[in-house]
């Protein structure tokens, strides 16, 4: 088969053909890929800014595909059917916090950048009837994060206000979409107006631009302040986000790319009694939780870029240039 494999770090992706997963113990499953989706953990992966790398790897987290062989008869309805994969695996028995032993489709384990790949069946969801091939390949890694972050750790219901900070990154629009569609009043923070744009065309009500200085006050002098904010960034600019919290609110933070968080003044949270919370991928319950919401919702995912398997290094590129507002997909066929 053909597949995008990783040899070594910060090297290129190459395409090379592969030896086709074929020996299927009990309750396996070979998906033949249509669509795959890009995530930011390839390109940290690419990059050695990971733990525990292991090389070679095919990479890839998100796909949709069809089952083409099975062995678990419980699950043989499976068989010719189109499926998402859930890519979160052996997450454990406690919802409240992954095992030791949980990890991530597309390294160690080969994953989704290939024309076939070989899963547990029982992380594989049938694909929504309201999605494409293409949309539904962009749910799962995003999805399930940016659910979980919202409404398990987030305990988020409607009528809160929302506040999204870094829009266009794929857990960040998960996270907008999601909540827009759960009624909730959503405003965003970027580094370009365009995307805040964006952001508002899909529904939410307003944004920021984060590299405006006293940006905070713009949302202060609208009277704007937040029951959640969902987090990616960190750094320098996450004490202004205390100010932006309603009595009791819920920052969740996934992420920290902009590094260490400083400042914070105890007081302020203390005071507005403020909960700050991580949040990292999802659980089992969490995947079918939104799956089920997605279903019900009839939400569909923002897809900006669509490249060929052989231009997977270009569609790396571009996801590692930050500037996508929406997913970038690889189609697996020619």
């Given at each position: 088969?053909?597949?995008?494999?990783?040899?070594?770090?910060?090297?290129?992706?190459?395409?090379?053909?592969?030896?086709?997963?074929?020996?299927?113990?009990?309750?396996?499953?070979?998906?033949?890929?249509?669509?795959?989706?890009?995530?930011?953990?390839?390109?940290?992966?690419?990059?050695?800014?990971?733990?525990?790398?292991?090389?070679?790897?095919?990479?890839?987290s998100d796909g949709c595909g069809e089952v083409?062989?099975?062995?678990?008869?419980?699950c043989s309805h499976f068989l010719s059917k189109k499926v998402i994969i859930n890519p979160g695996m052996n997450w454990g028995p406690n919802a409240t916090f992954q095992s030791k032993e949980f990890s991530i489709l597309g390294m160690p384990t080969d994953g989704t950048f290939a024309e076939f790949v070989k899963v547990q069946t029982k992380y594989l969801y049938e694909k929504p009837e309201h999605l494409t091939d293409l949309e539904a390949a962009a749910i799962p890694l995003a999805g399930v994060t940016a659910y979980r972050a919202l409404f398990t750790q987030g305990n988020c219901s409607n009528g809160q206000r929302i506040l999204v900070t870094g829009i266009g990154g794929g857990v960040a629009l998960w996270a907008m979409q999601l909540a827009i569609?759960?009624?909730?009043?959503?405003?965003?923070?970027?580094?370009?107006?365009?995307?805040?744009?964006?952001?508002?065309?899909?529904g939410a009500k307003g944004g920021v631009n984060y590299n405006n200085e006293k940006w905070w006050e713009e949302l202060q002098k609208q009277n704007l302040f937040f029951d959640i904010i969902i987090e990616s960034a960190c750094g320098k600019n996450f004490e202004k986000l205390i100010d932006l919290c309603n009595p009791a609110a819920k920052i969740v933070l996934y992420g920290g790319t902009l590094g260490d968080i400083e400042k914070l003044i105890p007081a302020k949270i203390f005071w507005k009694q403020i909960s700050i919370i991580g949040s990292t991928m999802g659980s089992d319950i969490d995947f079918k939780n939104m799956m089920q919401f997605i279903n019900d919702k009839k939400v569909k995912p923002f897809i900006k870029h669509v490249y060929n398997l052989n231009d997977a290094q270009k569609a790396m590129d571009l996801m590692n240039n930050g500037n996508q507002f929406g997913k970038i997909i690889l189609k697996i066929e020619e």
């Open positions: 088969m053909k597949a995008v494999v990783l040899n070594d770090i910060n090297k290129d992706v190459e395409i090379q053909t592969c030896i086709n997963p074929d020996i299927l113990n009990s309750g396996e499953a070979i998906v033949k890929l249509l669509y795959a989706a890009l995530n930011h953990r390839d390109v940290w992966i690419q990059k050695g800014k990971y733990a525990s790398i292991k090389l070679p790897v095919i990479l890839g083409v062989e099975i062995n678990d008869i419980s569609a759960n009624g909730n009043d959503v405003w965003v923070t970027s580094g370009d107006d365009e995307k805040i744009e964006q952001a508002i065309a899909l």
